[in-house]
């Protein structure tokens, strides 16, 4: 199982960022990165992709450059304390849990009880935005973010289906199922290295395939990879009972377009 994000050892981070076609420098690796991770994320507490500046510092500060992006720091005035109020009271515990143990200054400095009141009430069922990303990079002892790549994958490409008119779509793990006109077709995300020379490497991937074809209730299969260099065209194979199985190759591209394309 492959895993991207990061963790943190003393003063440092490390990432493992994913790579693919035209991604490849640094700061475009992070965006693609942020791209995948709005999938888990709510509307409030999305990153902003179109912000060039923010890719150039480590996952872990983008991260908690966002967290404190819902706070309104210049209200705090040394002459005159004043309280946050836009902070649930069960969600206040764990902002404090995981600001006490920051080594950012604003975040250390707000675990003070006269701006972060965890017995503060809000209205039912309110939740502060910034615990969708807290919960994602915190297990209340270690900062650490380490999240399966296929399934990051899977729901990515899920996610940016397009809607239509008499087109369900479903994601069932580690599946996603179109159903269009009578025709139900199943989408296989994986996050693998795809050579369409030496398509044995990936013989236990197409029986599969063609297995889930003779078996299974579906009209048609979709084996889906991230494109590459060498895999840009999709491939279409044909099984003993005339079964077709197509192997997609899946652009990041659109990640980047609105700025700067990134591109080896």
């Not at 604003?106 to 935005?129: E, G, Q």
């Amino acid at each position: 199982m492959r895993k991207i994000g990061f963790s943190k050892f003393k003063d440092s981070t490390k990432e493992i960022l994913p790579k693919t076609y035209k991604v490849d420098e640094i700061t475009c690796r992070r965006r693609l990165f942020c791209t995948m991770i709005n999938q888990y994320l709510s509307v409030q507490s999305q990153f902003n992709l179109k912000n060039p500046h923010m890719f150039k510092q480590d996952l872990l500060h983008i991260f908690e450059d966002k967290i404190l992006s819902f706070f309104q720091f210049y209200r705090f005035r040394p002459e005159k304390s004043q309280k946050i109020v836009h902070i649930y009271r069960e969600d206040s515990l764990l902002i404090n849990q995981y600001f006490k143990q920051s080594k950012n200054h604003k975040m250390r400095y707000m675990t003070k009880s006269v701006h972060l009141n965890p017995d503060f009430k809000m209205l039912y069922a309110y939740a502060h935005p910034c615990i969708d990303l807290i919960q994602l990079v915190f297990n209340g002892k270690d900062i650490e973010m380490m999240l399966d790549l296929n399934e990051i994958f899977t729901r990515t490409v899920f996610n940016r289906i397009k809607k239509e008119e008499n087109k369900t779509v479903s994601l069932d793990t580690p599946y996603i199922h179109i159903s269009q006109n009578g025709v139900t077709t199943r989408l296989h995300p994986r996050w693998k290295h795809i050579n369409p020379k030496r398509l044995q490497q990936n013989h236990r991937d197409i029986n599969d395939g063609f297995s889930q074809l003779k078996n299974e209730d579906i009209d048609q299969c979709y084996l889906v990879y991230p494109k590459t260099d060498g895999f840009q065209r999709h491939i279409t194979l044909r099984g003993e009972l005339s079964q077709e199985l197509k192997i997609i190759p899946y652009s990041f591209t659109f990640s980047n377009r609105e700025r700067n394309r990134c591109r080896k």
